[in-house]
């Protein structure tokens, strides 16, 4: 299965719907908050939890 997740932005722009096209899933998740500086490897753990959420 493939999922995109999406920060949405006030215009969406073509690539954002070729996206949503291409996907099984896509999660448009507006409500983020995520801590200045943060590494990549805490993100791709924010990233874990979610893909695991939707299962």
Known sequence: ???AITQPY???YV???QLV???DRSVFYDDVNFIK???GTQ???A???LVALLK
């Open 1 to 3: 299965m493939k999922l």
């Open 10 to 12: 006030l215009f969406p």
């Open 15 to 17: 690539r954002c719907f």
């Open 21 to 23: 096209a291409a996907v």
């Open 37 to 39: 500086n943060v590494t």
């Open 43 to 45: 993100q791709m753990r």
């Open 47 to 49: 990233v874990d939890i």
